[in-house]
Every structure is written in structure tokens, then in C-alpha cells.
């Protein structure tokens, strides 16, 4: 009898995860991407293992190719590691140049960056399970993880505080700046509205309907740039050889104001009728930076109309119009790709468009926008509080919804003091005043979309799960911090995890940055529709002529192409720049910060000392 | 001087094709899908044949491999042959029974068909060129040829007469039904409301916007049991155990009325009040067949939540709904890829739905309706005039919106009756008075969409263009009265050619219907989401159970799970079928057709002499 009732306590203990528990699915035991269902009897729950490399009750055990592929592949940090090693820039220089190789090796990085993405997605934002809509519906954002279980013991499953951390105590004591953190890599303020300008094309929150509604086209769509549908293209459009409407002002073609074409904008109450401008995005008024691109972009938009009608003399209106969206698309994918994506993978291969490597292959051309993708791409640190335009400082608050500053300076002296003033590091303690409120929200709508916690997702994009704060953080202090908090290194959410990580080598995030956002961003942009066999061809830009603006569009180009006169500085990455001069145990700070980056005719008070 | 006199003189002769039209590609210069662009001067153009297997000015010269494979390739009659040939059945029943044999062809066949298919499609219905509307935009159709061009010689491009012969002198001559021609398989009328509720799931023309317009989800997405948004669904919900509303009438369950559920359903005016249901789809009170489907699929929704509630009692109304949803949407596919196109394909291949064996190919899971499609599923010959319940014909005045016919004689009874009455021949001459308005629209649709004639789009669907118009429609008669309308066979319109061509062995339809239609009923089925791999797996369907009820899901046991009672007859074809009967000449016409398939207790004046 006494046998019986040990025997009866300890299943009780064994089983005692799940009987304290509503939930089972709250303690994640499904691996490797299995799925948890609750059953029938309360506390009961199954992994479903279906079409994984894995089977067992956990979805555990790997099978038997897998275990061979999982022993020879060489982690994330190794492959980063020989990616951007200086002593291994022999290989990829001849890979490089190699055409065959170099296809190869493209045909791999878009295969196994973009397979980490479930394509069509299986989630979406209002439900916990999966549903159709996920795919159907695009007023929501897919999401890749479900949510953590209503009900659970945490809010982040079983593991950590029963309360989170309150987002102002978080914000007070990791993500204030107090000394603007530049960026490791010397990227420019150009690379971060270019950033700013790219990303708001599909990051489109539908703040009122909530953080998981979106009014994206989920994707690549420049509607940026032509507006969110046919009526607001139409009012941008001038009617005439395809061109959009545009109005010289001190010589440059610049948007119209909105007072003459009367789409949506979103400028400050009682804005001066002649300060606002008619843009694609409402929202791109806000910042001078944004106005430039938007200002470029459009001169391109109406250069290859003349392009295209010279190659086309019969063609009308429309179809010189639909026919420049196609090439300003193609050329859209083509600079993202090969300069800012180049940039920020800071790689020793090059990157390239290439979308013909893609053909005959298992890769979906649609795309869905996930929470996840856009939470991880909040970098507002990258905002500095200042602007040094041609010399002239301007705080945040002089600048923001200031789009008359490009017309002032004019688009050559804006976009060369942007090319040389130093962006934020997208880490912890940088985020300004003016972007601190959007770091509070967001961590918030993490919060009531329930996303899983950071380790949850580094295990499922096949990353190691952090094993302590240290090892999370790089350092002691913060993550001695983060531990009276947390509690648990599988607790740390989401957001808060990506701002506090340690920064990988030669880059300018974390881990975690780079090896979710670097699938999302490949899948992306090679699933736009125009990188498909169908589309992908000389007659669908219009001929050779325009096909070969798309093929050979670089940064440069776009700006030189598009101001008269000399061509100014156009850089992500600032001038002078050197690699390498990076404090190796914080791995963020600088050791020097020469003054004359912030041009000829001023100093900077300010971040002439930002060394940490 | 004269030799040169003579050279330009033939030089200009020569060229008299390009010089008397203003758009040289009004006479489709390039062969095997290049796209034809005009040039710089007027008269010039190029052929694109980027990204396909042949190169040359028109595209004309095949790779070495493409030679190969055309010179190996039988062509789709002889494919068709083997695949409906008695003599072969043997063989067809070996791979039907050993799995990795049958797997590996359902594979050849899922890609082949769905290869065909421009998947994202890179035409529209409202620009005559690729946008990328043609993906995004969901309010138009897509098109898988790109109109004639404007301003050709003729309304067909070079060939043919200046005007098309009107449709009411179309109408006539060879359209009208005179005697109600029976389908030559035996198909049902069961099996043409199958047609039709299915594929008014899809084929949703905007006809206030015009006919390239389309209200449509672009594939199977079940919005003709659920509504087109959540607004409507959730009208149509009872908010309890996830399961619609539904009410009983004489002992079964059948949709709400309209007065009950406000959501727009289109009767007559003045239409009674308890004669109008609440349908998911605005159109479905036409007809007591789509009725009785609507019935029948709501009836499997409700069941198919018990069985979810006893799998998972805490699951809440949302997630039952969802996930039955989910179920319901696979038992469709299965069901019409296993019932619907097995009895439209009639070969001795067992049609299997097996979405696993499309993992890792190269598959696009989106899909978009074709113009083209569309009208080629104008199957309305297939519609009698009359119909027999159980012994009582009903002329399709008294029949058409009269969805109580259903709930007086139960539907067992009805099920029954539309299973042992004969479909029509959708070929010629058969256009009953109710729907012969539909064909005219159709074919001015056609042409206000400005379609290729039918032999373009042979070959663009790899067939052999018709060379004559005796091998068009297979006899002499009508081939001499379309040759006085139409001139040449190369100028025969899309939807009218597909009426008249002759019939394919041992099948409902002629070649055209079958692989063009084919391609697109593939293509759009296996392009689910849910087939995809992320989907595709118990959980997805709230586990092993319910993902069995899709997994072995028939149209009979559809009907006999939903119909208290013994199980009526179930089938797409008639009873006592029996094949072969047909003259071998026309290939349309019946020998016999016994009287006692309209149930015992009547004799159908009309039908019982329909052999011609």
C-alpha cells in the first residue's frame, strides 16, 4: 500500500507540469517546428510531426538524413564568421568573379534564406491556430510563431515573472539614450531613411484597428511611391507621357503640393499650405530625408517615360505609365538588393539580383508581411537627434515635417550631408526623445499580440537559444539587469531581446537581426512578382533599353541620373570610414570619430565625443 | 534601274504584310509564346523569346534538348487515347493500385497541366500588356493571351472577315436547341449542379464594371457557403459550437430565410418571403440544385464541428468554425479533383488528390481565374429544359428560384432524382431558351475583351491549331456555314470554336474544353493553400480525425452523412450508362436512350426521342 501511494505521488510530480497547467502547449514541448495540440482529456496534448524532418512524441528525433545534414552543417556564427572574414576574402573574391560559382552560391542564400519562411503563411494575427485567412486575408499580418496560449501560468508560457517588466522601466534602464551611439559600420543617415523610405512601402500597421491589422500590400509594391490605389495614382499622375506631376521649384522638379492634387497627407495641424507636399505615402511628409527619396524616385519614374516613349513613340499615356512602374519596381528590387541589403549583410560575396537562378526551383512568388518581421525591423536607433545639413545643425524638432529643407539646400547639398553624417546604432540606450514612445509601443503591441519569447524564435529560425544573460547580452552589467527581471533567458521578449543582444562581427546587429530578418527580406524581395519566368523579360520593362536600366540600377545612379550638376556624395556608408575600430568586448563603440565627417564648415559638439 | 524598280517593288511586297497594318503584331509573328513588341519605327517589331526553350527573330528555332522533347512528345490526342483506351486499362489498373507508381504520374500530371498555367500571370483584362496588376489586382481577371491588338485589319487580328458575324445569326444557326441533345457520357444533372455550384465559387464577373471585372477570391475558397467577408459570414454563423444557422423543416435542417438572416440574396421581385433563403452566395437561389448543394455542404459543416467539439471540448465557437471551415474547404478539393474531374476526365487513371506529392517542386500555391477560363466554362448546354422529381417534370419556369421544391420532396428525393436525370451536351444546337441570352453575352464578351481566335490559343495550350474547318467541327455542315462566316479557320472565335469542334473520344467535351480547361482546374485546385506544406497535416484540421474526414471524403458519403434515412442515389452519371453508345460520326449522338432513367412512375414525352 505504501509502495502504491510513492509510486502514485511520484507520476503525480512526473506528471505535474501538466496537471498545474490549464494548457500543455504553454511549455513549448513540441520541437523542431512540431506542432502542439491540446486533446481530448484536460491536460493532454500531441505534437504534430507531419511533414518535418523529425518524428517522436516531441517531434524530437531527428531522421536519419537530417541527423547527418544537422551534423555537418556548420552553425550560423561559423558561416557568418567565413562570410565576412578579411582572411578568407581570397575565396570570395574569386567566387565573385566566377559567374557559374557566384549563381550557385545566389541559387543557395535566396533557397535557404527564403525556405525558413512558411510560404503561404499558416498564422495570421488574430487567431491562435492556424486559419485560411492567414493567406486570404491581407488586412492582417501573418505571423510565423502562434501566440503563447491564453491562460498560461507567464505571459511567456511557463518560464519568467507572472508580470512583465513595466515598458517604462525597460525604457528607463536599456533603451534611453543618454550619448548618441553611432553605428559600428559607419552607416550614413542616407541608409537610414533609405531604410525608412523602403520598409514603409509594407510595414503598414492599421494603428486603429490594432498592432496585428495592417493596410499593406505585403510586399514590394511602390505604392509608396504611386499611392495606396488606382484614385490616388490618378491623382498623381500628370496625365501625360506616363509621367507623374511634378513642379519645378529653384530649378529641380520637386511633388506637387497637396493643396494642387489633393491626395492624403499627414502633416502637423494648422502646417503652412506651401510646406505640404503630395506624396505617395501619407505618412511621408514626416521627414526630409523620406521627401528626398520620394522626390528622386518620381524625377526617375518620369526620366524612364522618356526613355521608354523614345524607344516607343506610339505608345499612349498608360501604358508608358504602367510600363515605368515595372521598370521603377525592377529597379527598386535591384538597389535594395545590391546596395542596401550589400550594405547591412556587410557580406565578402557580393549580392545580387539575380532573379533567373530562382527558375524551375521550389520557391513561391507571393508574400505575406509578419509581425514578427516588422517588430524586428523597429530601428529607431538608428535616428540620430540632429541633422548637420551642409553645416548648419538642425534639432529633431526643426526637422521633422521640414520637407522644404531639401528645397532649400537643394537635393544635391541634402543627399551629400546625409551621405556624410554618421547614423545610431540599432542597439540598447540609443534610442532619442523623439523615437522613445515608439520603442514603448512596440514592446506594448509585442505584448498583446503575445509573441512567443526571443529564444522560441532563435530556435525556429534555426538559431542556438541564448543559455544565460550573458550569453545573450555579450556583457554583465545589463544582463545582470535583465535577470532581476526576466528571471529566465527563455523568458526575454521578443523586441526587448533584439535591442539587448550582442552585436555580431562586422555588422551592425545581432544575431538575431540578421538570421530572421535576412529570410523575410530575401523572401521578399525575390517573391515579387516581376522576378518570375513570366515576367522577368526584356518585352515586360518595354525592350532592352529599360530592361537594362532595372538590370544595371545602382544608388548612385538614381541620384546622378536624377540631379543636374555635379554628382554629390552618394553613400550608406559615411566617408573615411574605418572597419575594424570597434571596442571587441562591448563590440559597439568606437575608438575614434573624426569630426570632419560632419562637413567642412562645423563641428559637432555633440558627437564629436560619441565613444563610449 | 529597272532590276531595281523590280527589287524594291518585291522588296515592298514582301514587306506588304507590316507596311498595310500599322501594328505589325495584329498577325502574331511569334511562334511558341514570344511576345511580340513594336519598335522605334513604325511597321518594326521584335519577338521577345526570353525564358523560353527556342530563340530566332520569331522565336522559332527550338533548343537541341526542346527538339528532343518535341520529337519524343506524343501529342495530347495519343495521350488522350492511352489514357481512355479499353485495351489499356490493364496497365492503367496496375499503376492505380501500386502507390509509388501512381504518386510519381499524379505528380507528372499535377505539373504538367499546372506548368501550362502562367502562375503569377503576367496579363489583365483592362491593359493590353503585362502589368503588375495582373498579379495584384484581385478586382480583374487575369488573361493568359493579351488581346488582339488595336487598330488590326480585322476584328481577329489579319485574318477573317472586317465584321464578326452577329451574334443572333450565330445564335441560330448553330446554337439554338431544337431537341434536347443528352450528354454523350452520361453525366447527371446532379453532376451539372455540381458545375455549378462549384465553379460560381470562382467565376464571380463584375457585370456592372464590365466583363473582364471580377468579384471573385480567384480560387477555391468556399466564399459560396461562407460569404465573400467576415461581415457576411458572420450572418450566416450561429455563434455556438462553431456551426452556421441553420432550421428545421419537415424533419431536416436546411438555410435560414432571407427575413431571418439579412444577408443579400438576389430573387425575383415580389418573390415570397419564406421562399427566400440565406444563402452564401447571392446567386444560389436560382436553383433548387444549388440549393440543395448549399444544403447539403452547410449540413457536413455543422456535422463536421460535432466531430471537432468531441475532439477538443475546449475549444470556444471561433475556433470550432475556423477549423471546420478549414476541413470543409479540404473535403471540397478532394471531393472534386476524386468525384468532379474524374468524371469530366474519364480516364483510366484514378485522379487522386495528393497534395504531398507537390512538396518541394517547383509549384506556385496562388492562383488567379483566367478570362479565358471563364468563358470556356460556359457549360450551359449542359442544362435541360424540364426537370423530372420523382415522376413530376418541373419546365425550368417552375423550377428556376424555386429552392422549395427541395423541402417538398426532402433531399433524398431530390438527390435522386437529379442523379438518375440526363445532363446535356455541351457542344452545338444545345442552348436551351433559358440560357441562349448567356451564350450571345458570352460571345460579345469576347470580343469586348478582344480574344485571340481559338487557334492561338491552341497553341498556346500546345495543341494543334484546327487546319481546317471540317477538322474543327469534325463533319461538313456546319463547318461549310462557319466557313462562309468566318473565312478561315485561324479566325474563329475563343468561345464559339469551343462549341462547335468536334468531340474527343470517350469524353464530354472536345480538346479544347479538356487542355486548356484542364490546366486551369489543376492549377487552381492543388493551388490551395491548404495544399501547401505547411497546411497540409492533422493539426491544420484540428488533428487525426478530422484530417481522416478529408482525407477520405466522396460525394456519396457527402450526401449519406447529411440525409437522415436510407441513402438516396448519389452520382454524377446516370444509372445503367452504358458506354460506347455513340455515333461514331458526329460523335454527339446517342442510339438509345431508355425512358426508365426518369424514374418508374413517368415518361418524358421530350427526352425519350433525343437521339438524332
Given at each position: 500500500m505504501k509502495e502504491l501511494l510513492l509510486l502514485t505521488s511520484l507520476l503525480l510530480v512526473s506528471l505535474l507540469p501538466w496537471v498545474t497547467s490549464d494548457n500543455p502547449c504553454c511549455s513549448y514541448p513540441c520541437q523542431n517546428n512540431g506542432i502542439c495540440?491540446?486533446?481530448?482529456?484536460?491536460?493532454?496534448?500531441?505534437?504534430?510531426?507531419?511533414?518535418?524532418?523529425?518524428?517522436?512524441?516531441?517531434?524530437?528525433?531527428?531522421?536519419?538524413?537530417?541527423?547527418?545534414?544537422?551534423?555537418?552543417?556548420?552553425?550560423?556564427e561559423t558561416i557568418h564568421n567565413w562570410l565576412v572574414s578579411p582572411s578568407l576574402k581570397w575565396i570570395w573574391d574569386i567566387i565573385n568573379s566566377v559567374d557559374v560559382l557566384h549563381n550557385l552560391l545566389m541559387k543557395r542564400i535566396y533557397l535557404l534564406r527564403s525556405n525558413v519562411v512558411d510560404s503561404p503563411p499558416l498564422y495570421e494575427t488574430v487567431h491562435d491556430y492556424p486559419t485560411i485567412g492567414a493567406t486570404t486575408n491581407f488586412t492582417l499580418y501573418a505571423r510565423t510563431l502562434p501566440p503563447v496560449p491564453l491562460g498560461c501560468p507567464t505571459p511567456m508560457g511557463t518560464k519568467g515573472p507572472k508580470e512583465l517588466p513595466s515598458v517604462e522601466l525597460l525604457a528607463?534602464?536599456?533603451?534611453?539614450?543618454?550619448?548618441?551611439?553611432?553605428?559600428?559600420?559607419?552607416?550614413?543617415?542616407?541608409?537610414?531613411?533609405?531604410?525608412?523610405?523602403?520598409?514603409?512601402?509594407?510595414f503598414k500597421t492599421d494603428y486603429k484597428k490594432g498592432p496585428g491589422h495592417s493596410w499593406s500590400g505585403h510586399g514590394v509594391d511602390v505604392?509608396?511611391?504611386?499611392?495606396?490605389?488606382?484614385?490616388?495614382?490618378?491623382?498623381?499622375?500628370?496625365?501625360?507621357?506616363?509621367?507623374?506631376?511634378?513642379?519645378?521649384?529653384?530649378?529641380?522638379?520637386?511633388?506637387?503640393?497637396?493643396?494642387?492634387?489633393?491626395?492624403?497627407?499627414?502633416?502637423?495641424?494648422?502646417?503652412?499650405?506651401?510646406?505640404?507636399?503630395?506624396?505617395?505615402?501619407?505618412?511621408?511628409?514626416?521627414?526630409?530625408?523620406?521627401?528626398?527619396?520620394?522626390?528622386?524616385?518620381?524625377?526617375?519614374?518620369?526620366?524612364?517615360?522618356?526613355?521608354?516613349?523614345?524607344?516607343?513613340?506610339?505608345?499612349d499615356d498608360e501604358r508608358l505609365f504602367q510600363t515605368g512602374k515595372l521598370v521603377v519596381l525592377g529597379e527598386t528590387i535591384k538597389i535594395v538588393i545590391e546596395d542596401y541589403v550589400q550594405h547591412l549583410a556587410n557580406y565578402n560575396i557580393q549580392i545580387k539580383f539575380k532573379p533567373t537562378v530562382l527558375f524551375g526551383e521550389s520557391f513561391q512568388y507571393q508574400n505575406k508581411i509578419n509581425a514578427e518581421f516588422n517588430h524586428l525591423y523597429h530601428w529607431h536607433p538608428l535616428m540620430p537627434d540632429e541633422f548637420n545639413i551642409s553645416g548648419t545643425i538642425y534639432?529633431?524638432?526643426?526637422?521633422?515635417?521640414?520637407?522644404?529643407?531639401?528645397?532649400?539646400?537643394?537635393?544635391?547639398?541634402?543627399?551629400?550631408?546625409?551621405?556624410?553624417?554618421?547614423?545610431?546604432?540599432?542597439?540598447?540606450?540609443?534610442?532619442?526623445?523623439?523615437?522613445?514612445?515608439?520603442?514603448?509601443?512596440?514592446?506594448?503591441?509585442?505584448?498583446?499580440l503575445r509573441f512567443q519569447p526571443l529564444n522560441n524564435y532563435r530556435k525556429r529560425f534555426n538559431l542556438d537559444p541564448y543559455t544565460s544573460f550573458e550569453d545573450l547580452t555579450g556583457e554583465k552589467e545589463m544582463a545582470a539587469e535583465l535577470e532581476k527581471l526576466y528571471g529566465d533567458v527563455d523568458a526575454v521578449e521578443f523586441y526587448v531581446g533584439i535591442l539587448l543582444e550582442r552585436r555580431r562581427l562586422?555588422?551592425?546587429?545581432?544575431?538575431?537581426?540578421?538570421?530572421?530578418?535576412?529570410?523575410?527580406?530575401?523572401?521578399g524581395l525575390m517573391a515579387n512578382p516581376i522576378c518570375s519566368k513570366h515576367y522577368w523579360k526584356p518585352s515586360t520593362f518595354g525592350g532592352d533599353v529599360a530592361f537594362d536600366i532595372?538590370?544595371?540600377?545602382?544608388?548612385?545612379?538614381?541620384?546622378?541620373?536624377?540631379?543636374?550638376?555635379?554628382?554629390?556624395?552618394?553613400?550608406l556608408r559615411v566617408p573615411d570610414f574605418e572597419d575594424g575600430d570597434v571596442d571587441e568586448h562591448t563590440n559597439y563603440a568606437f575608438k575614434k570619430y573624426p569630426d570632419e565627417l560632419y562637413g567642412k564648415n562645423s563641428r559637432n559638439h555633440k558627437y564629436s565625443s560619441a565613444t563610449i
Open positions: 495540440l491540446t486533446g481530448k482529456q484536460p491536460g493532454s496534448y500531441s505534437c504534430d510531426c507531419a511533414n518535418l524532418d523529425f518524428s517522436g512524441r516531441h517531434c524530437e528525433i531527428p531522421s536519419f538524413l537530417k541527423r547527418i545534414k544537422l551534423f555537418l552543417r556548420p552553425s550560423s528607463k534602464k536599456f533603451f534611453t539614450r543618454t550619448k548618441f551611439r553611432p553605428d559600428p559600420m559607419g552607416s550614413s543617415v542616407l541608409m537610414t531613411f533609405f531604410a525608412q523610405h523602403f520598409t514603409h512601402m509594407f505604392t509608396s511611391l504611386y499611392g495606396r490605389n488606382v484614385e490616388e495614382e490618378n491623382l498623381l499622375r500628370s496625365g501625360k507621357d506616363g509621367k507623374l506631376k511634378m513642379q519645378v521649384i529653384s530649378g529641380e522638379d520637386y511633388p506637387m503640393f497637396s493643396k494642387d492634387v489633393p491626395i492624403e497627407v499627414r502633416y502637423p495641424p494648422n502646417h503652412p499650405e506651401n510646406l505640404k507636399f503630395a506624396l505617395g505615402h501619407p505618412f511621408f511628409g514626416l521627414m526630409p530625408g523620406l521627401f528626398l527619396y520620394e522626390t528622386i524616385w518620381m524625377r526617375e519614374h518620369n526620366r524612364v517615360c522618356d526613355v521608354l516613349k523614345a524607344e516607343h513613340p506610339d505608345w534639432p529633431m524638432k526643426d526637422f521633422m515635417f521640414h520637407s522644404e529643407l531639401v528645397l532649400k539646400y537643394g537635393t544635391a547639398a541634402f543627399t551629400e550631408s546625409l551621405s556624410r553624417q554618421r547614423a545610431g546604432h540599432m542597439s540598447h540606450h540609443n534610442h532619442g526623445p523623439s523615437t522613445l514612445n515608439v520603442l514603448k509601443e512596440t514592446v506594448l503591441h509585442g505584448r498583446i562586422k555588422n551592425l546587429f545581432g544575431s538575431t537581426v540578421v538570421e530572421i530578418g535576412g529570410p523575410f527580406s530575401v523572401k532595372v538590370r544595371t540600377a545602382t544608388l548612385e545612379k538614381l541620384f546622378c541620373g536624377n540631379i543636374d550638376g555635379p554628382c554629390p556624395l552618394v553613400s
